[in-house]
């Protein structure tokens, strides 16, 4: 996958990333919501950073793919979001069945140049997810969302076939932050915006 369609996942460990190769991932909690394939296309009026330059020259097109799985424990209400076998912590908004994971983490940006210190991604992952019925109500596309509120339908919740958990629409912000030693180039922070939409892969029992 090329760098610059990576964003999301410059921000996970090294060995994170290695420990998902060794063994089959164990999700957080009791409750596996799904295991879903993203698309995340760029936001470009909503997005301040360059995309032919500029301090941040890897966003380039803002068009790549993900998959990640979402998990609850249905005891003490935690909620994780897990990609590449790393779990990073999320909340969970019933009422408008919205998923939220925000994670910050050091970045190593070729345009900031060579010693720089202190440079990191910030980034929001903000997603409703959505039942088979209320998917149906939109057609199976995110763009058919309602400006407001959701779509007819039942709230997704476990079913004798699983959790019914069929697509996730938000967003996903990217924010650049410069580093703080003199040799760095990049000065100025900027924000990626990118649309998601995501399809729940059924996948042993995900």
Known sequence: MPASRRLLLVSLPVLAIAVACVSETVYPGDLTIGTFDFHAQANWPRTDCKADGGDFNR??????????????????????FTIEGFSRKATFDAPVQRYVTTHRAAAQLASCGEGCE?????????????????????????????????????????????????????????????????????????????????????NGGQ
């Open 59 to 80: 966003l380039v097109d803002g068009g790549f793919d993900f998959a990640g799985t979402f998990s609850r424990d249905s005891t003490d209400g935690g909620v994780w």
């Open 118 to 202: 202190g440079a990191e991604i910030d980034e929001t992952m903000s997603v409703v997810v959505l039942s088979d019925s209320q998917d149906r109500a939109i057609g199976s596309r995110c763009n058919n969302m309602p400006d407001a509120g959701l779509p007819d339908g039942s709230v997704p919740g476990p079913t004798a076939n699983g959790y019914d958990a069929e697509r996730a629409c938000g967003e996903l912000r990217v924010t650049f932050l410069p580093g703080k030693s003199t040799q760095c180039k990049c000065t100025v922070s900027c924000t990626a915006v990118y649309g998601l939409e995501g399809k729940r892969r059924f």
